[in-house]
């Protein structure tokens, strides 16, 4: 999206089309994967 921080992502052993269309299909609603924005609500919920 316009004006939105990047989200950077490293792939090894398969094409960055096909990474980049599975973390596409991770994103619920918003910008950030699901699995990542789970992790982060746990992490906040431990500290």
């Given at each position: 999206?316009?004006?939105e921080?990047?989200?950077y992502f490293e792939v090894v052993g398969e094409k960055?089309?096909?990474a980049s269309q599975l973390i596409t299909s991770f994103v619920a609603c918003g910008r950030i994967p699901e699995p990542l924005r789970?992790?982060?609500l746990i992490a906040r919920g431990l500290s």
């Amino acid at each position: 999206m316009e004006g939105e921080a990047p989200l950077y992502f490293e792939v090894v052993g398969e094409k960055m089309e096909w990474a980049s269309q599975l973390i596409t299909s991770f994103v619920a609603c918003g910008r950030i994967p699901e699995p990542l924005r789970v992790a982060r609500l746990i992490a906040r919920g431990l500290s």
